[in-house]
Every structure is written in structure tokens, then in C-alpha cells.
């Protein structure tokens, strides 16, 4: 670490290096290439009853890259919108966009057309890879952004299967689909791009106190450096060539994407991809297929798992490490992870900005902690106060964090990259946690006024602008309540002109408008909303309420 002031508190030693080597690729599509000469006759991507090779992996990305290159003319640094489930065509795009220079916009299939307008049109994209089922929300506002090219991926695109999908707007019923990507890709010529660690690779988008969603920039660089400090936490644990994830978060989050997707695909892993994991019995019977050595959640997924018929009949011999992330493991759900598995779910922290991970839980503790662990490998956290000095030992603080895995900033958002970066090259996370005995982080409360809906995050200003176009509205606050099922809740506190408008009401405009994690479970109306002397809205005394 180059730091020359004792700017953060001293942690215990964790079992793992300070220092590991965040060069040792001079970009993503090195690796990539490095893992597909080593694995081409491995399986890399298992989906639907299909699988396809490292090998198949590298023929198919060449083709896409190819096509982006040759016939869509699209040159380095271009954005390319990819808004896919987890199906094979994900990961042979996405590689295929990274090998042809592109930058990938990683958007939510979930979005609402007004979600999707806005990132598109912040992110400048002109070309777009969209999942045949929800081409129905791209149609309602594609005459309103830069999108000329849209590409429609069917389920079993990208595998050595059709399996036919019609679009759900028939608009897009003569567009190409990723199968005559690559079909038309083979015969085009590849034009390797020369990519160092300093180039764009994502932009990430996460959300912020404008209510609308930010781009965090993560270059090759960055995401290196998260790999390689995932393998110095795993490698007790992982062998190359044989290991096999479930992978049921969504790639497009940048958790799956980063620990399930790229690092295992650098072991030379197989991921099977969990298209629909709310088809709790469905995940139940493919996880039953394979004798899968890793997997990743949320709480809600696990405790989703638990709770389904069959689960516990599985057979646990193979797996060595379940994560959790994107909210708080309840300490009752890891319980009984460990009494049907034989192992607790191992917690970590991290946000878009930081590629994700910031922290985990060690493999070799067998312990539920309550904590969110040590920090990565040439990671370094400091708690600090709300004038931004270090905290005593033993009291809370805001988390900053440093290190190569943090952003290069918010796409070309100067004022918001300079609010949460100190002046040392610190992110503030807005996250308030604690250090304890052991050199364990503990979250304790979150600075920033958003929810966790079943680990995804959730904006109050964004749902609050929302709720503020009905007409019978006067003003509404958003915070996050707790929550059985999904961790937390969104709860809406409404003042109205008038008491014709209903509860039902307001979630049904927020339906129409917003993706389903962010509308509004409680709505409760008042006569008016807590407030400072200057007029802020206090969300802290609604939470009293």
C-alpha cells in the first residue's frame, strides 16, 4: 500500500496475501484468451440441457466480434447495451464485445421503458443486444434514444440448439437475431484489438441521489484486479479445470458477472446458468443435475432454496463455498444452509463501484460471523466520521475504500465522481460499519437513504419522483422497511390532495413506470411529511414511524 499517513484503523492479519499481482493480465480479453488455449475442451457454459466448450466460447465470440466490427462498423470504445437473462448468449456476446474493443452497458431485462430510456441514452448507445421477451419495453422508447442497430437473442441462441422464440414486439420480428450474428460472423474478419487495463470494459449503472442511474466506469483494470484478488481467497478451495458454479444471480449484476462468470471462467470452471430462479422447483431439479462445486446468492435466494420441496435431498458432497452478497445474511438462513450442506453461506461486501468486492468472510472460518470479513487483497478501508477523519477504535464510520478495483469514475459525470472521491483516491461507500476484535467489518447502517429489495438497491428519489407525477399527489417520501421475504421493503409515505387516490393506485403508476423490486410494498398516507428547518424531507423520523 503507498499510504504515507495512518489514515485507517489496522486490521488482524487475513489469511490470505496484501499483495497479489493485478498485472498479471494486461486486460480481460488476455485472460481470456490465456483460459480458452488452456480449457478449449472443457465445458464453459451449461444452459436449457445445452453446454458449449472454452473452445466453442472462443469460435462464437470471434463471430460476434467480428459482426459488430464488420457489419454494424462499430470501432474501440463504442457502447454496446446487452439486456439478457442468464442464457448462453450472454457470456459468447459479451466476450465478443470486449475482444472487439467495445464497451458493454449492462442493462436490467426487469427495466421499465422509462429506466431503459434513460440508460441508453445516458450510456450513448447506438447498438443493443435484447432478449426476445421483453422487446415490448424497448419498442416504447427506442424513437426516443440513439438505438439505429437492435440484435434479438432467442433462449438457445449462442448454444449448438435453437430454440425459437418469437420477439414480443412484433416490430422487431425481422431483426437479427445472435444466431445470424453468428452465423453471418464466421465469415467476416476478426480484427483483434490491442486493450490495456486503462480501457473501458463496463459501464455499470447503479443509482444515486438524483434519482437517476449513474454509469460507474470500470475498466479492464479494475476488473482484472478483482479476479485475481478473488483467486488468492479461493484458490484453498479451487482446482483448476474442475470446478462447476451455479450460477443464478444475474449477470448482469456485476457480482455474477466479476465471481461466478470471469473468475471461474479464468479457473476454467463451468457455469450453469440459472435463467429463471424464481422457478424455485425448477432451479431445485437442474441444481440436482450437477454435482456443483460453488454458488452465489442473495438472501433471498437462499432462504428461497431452503423453503422449496426437494432442496434438501440434494446431494452437497462437491460444494465448497456458497457466497452472499448485495444485502445482510440473516444469521437463521446460514443456519440452515449449514444443517442441509454442512457449511455456513460466506458473506462479502462490495458495490458497482468497486468491481464489486471489497471484502469476504475466509473460506477456512468455519464460522457465521455476522460480518462481511477482511478486505481483499491490496484493499484498503478506512472508517471515518462525517468530517471525513479516521474513527477510535471501536466506533462506527463510513467506509472508504482504495484500490485498483475502484472505478475510474461515473460516465462523464464529473460532479458526481468528485462527491464520493476524497482527495487521496478513497470511494466513500456510504456504508457505515464497524472493526471488531477479530479485524472483522461489520455493516451497522447505511449513510445513504436507499433500500435492499432482495439485494438489489433501490433509490428512494428515483420512486419518489415517480409517485410525484399523479396529479393527486403533493409530495411522497420513500424508505426501506424490513421484510420477511425479501429483506427489506420499499414503504411510500404519500400527502394527496384529495383521499380518491388509494394505495393501489400509486403501486399500480409505479408498475407502469418502475421494475418490480422498486415499487412501493406499504403506501401510507399522511397529513404531512417530517421536515428540517430548511425543508428536507427527514427520512429518519419516517423510519420512527
Not at 470471434?62 to 448468449?89: F, W
Not at 447498438?127 to 438505438?147: A, N, W
Not at 465522481?417 to 472483522?440: E, R
Request: aromatic share 8%; charged share 20%.
Amino acid at each position: 500500500m503507498n499510504s504515507q499517513v495512518p489514515h485507517f484503523l489496522k486490521p488482524k492479519q487475513a489469511p490470505w496475501a496484501n499483495e497479489v499481482d493485478t498485472q498479471a493480465y494486461t486486460s480481460l480479453v488476455d485472460l481470456f484468451d490465456q483460459a480458452v488455449e488452456k480449457f478449449a475442451d472443457r465445458p464453459a457454459f451449461a444452459n436449457f440441457g445445452q453446454s458449449i466448450s472454452f473452445a466453442e466460447v472462443e469460435r462464437k465470440s470471434r463471430a460476434v466480434a467480428a459482426y459488430l466490427q464488420e457489419e454494424l462498423g462499430l470501432v474501440k470504445g463504442d457502447r454496446v447495451a446487452l439486456m439478457l437473462p442468464n442464457i448462453t448468449a450472454f457470456p459468447v456476446v459479451m466476450f465478443g464485445i470486449m475482444r472487439a474493443g467495445l464497451v458493454q452497458v449492462n442493462v436490467n431485462p426487469m427495466y421499465t421503458a422509462r429506466e431503459l430510456k434513460h440508460q441508453l441514452n445516458d450510456a450513448d448507445c447506438q447498438t443493443i443486444v435484447v432478449f426476445s421477451g421483453v422487446t415490448d419495453t424497448l419498442e416504447e422508447v427506442i424513437d426516443e434514444t440513439s438505438i439505429n442497430r437492435v440484435i434479438v437473442a432467442n433462449l438457445g441462441d449462442g448454444t449448438n440448439g435453437r430454440m425459437l422464440s418469437p420477439p414480443a414486439n412484433m416490430r422487431f420480428l425481422l431483426n437479427p437475431t445472435v444466431a445470424d450474428m453468428l452465423d453471418k460472423g464466421e465469415n467476416l474478419t476478426f480484427t483483434p484489438q490491442t486493450m490495456t487495463q486503462q480501457d473501458l470494459v463496463f459501464l455499470q449503472y447503479t443509482g444515486g441521489t438524483t434519482g437517476l442511474s449513474k454509469g460507474a466506469a470500470l475498466t479492464h483494470g479494475n476488473m482484472v484486479a478483482n479476479v485475481m484478488m478473488y483467486e488468492a481467497v479461493a484458490s484453498e478451495v479451487t482446482q483448476a479445470g474442475k470446478e462447476i458454479i451455479i450460477t443464478a444471480l444475474p449477470l448482469y449484476h456485476i457480482f455474477a458477472l466479476m465471481l461466478n462468470c470471469i473468475s471461474y471462467f479464468r479457473f476454467g470452471g463451468l457455469n450453469v446458468l440459472i435463467t429463471n430462479p424464481r422457478d424455485m422447483p425448477g432451479f431445485v431439479a437442474e441444481m440436482g443435475k450437477w454435482k456443483f462445486t460453488a454458488i452465489s446468492g442473495v438472501n433471498t435466494l437462499y432462504n428461497g432454496l431452503l423453503h422449496t420441496p426437494g432442496f434438501t435431498d440434494l446431494d452437497f458432497e462437491h460444494l465448497k463455498v456458497a457466497w452472499g452478497g448485495g444485502a445482510a445474511i440473516q444469521r437463521v438462513v446460514s443456519d440452515k444452509w449449514l444443517q442441509c450442506t454442512g457449511q455456513h453461506i460466506k458473506e462479502g461486501y462490495g458495490l458497482s463501484e468497486t468491481s464489486p468486492v471489497l471484502t469476504l468472510n475466509p473460506i477456512s472460518d468455519k464460522r457465521f460471523t455476522e460480518t462481511v470479513g477482511y478486505p481483499m487483497p491490496n484493499t484498503e478501508l478506512s472508517l471515518r466520521d462525517d468530517d471525513g477523519q479516521v474513527v477510535n477504535p471501536g466506533e462506527a464510520g463510513e467506509i472508504w475504500a482504495r484500490g485498483p478495483q475502484v472505478m475510474q469514475g461515473y460516465w462523464r459525470n464529473t460532479e458526481a465522481t468528485n462527491s464520493v472521491m476524497s482527495k487521496d483516491g478513497f470511494f466513500k461507500t456510504g456504508d457505515v460499519a464497524i472493526l471488531n476484535d477479530d479485524g472483522y467489518y461489520k455493516i451497522v447502517d447505511r449513510k445513504k437513504d436507499m433500500a435492499i429489495v432482495s439485494g438489489f438497491n433501490v433509490y428512494p428519489t428515483e420512486v419518489e419522483n415517480v409517485i410525484a407525477e399523479l396529479p393527486d399527489i403533493v409530495e411522497a417520501a420513500v424508505i426501506g422497511v424490513p421484510d420477511a421475504k425479501t429483506g427489506e421493503a420499499v414503504k411510500a409515505f404519500c400527502v394527496r390532495t384529495g383521499t380518491s387516490l388509494n394505495g393501489s393506485d400509486v403501486q399500480d403508476y409505479c408498475r407502469e413506470h418502475l421494475a418490480k423490486y422498486k415499487v412501493p410494498k406499504q403506501v401510507e398516507f399522511v397529513d404531512e411529511l417530517p421536515k428540517s428547518t430548511v425543508g428536507k424531507i427527514l427520512r429518519r423520523e419516517l423510519r420512527k414511524l
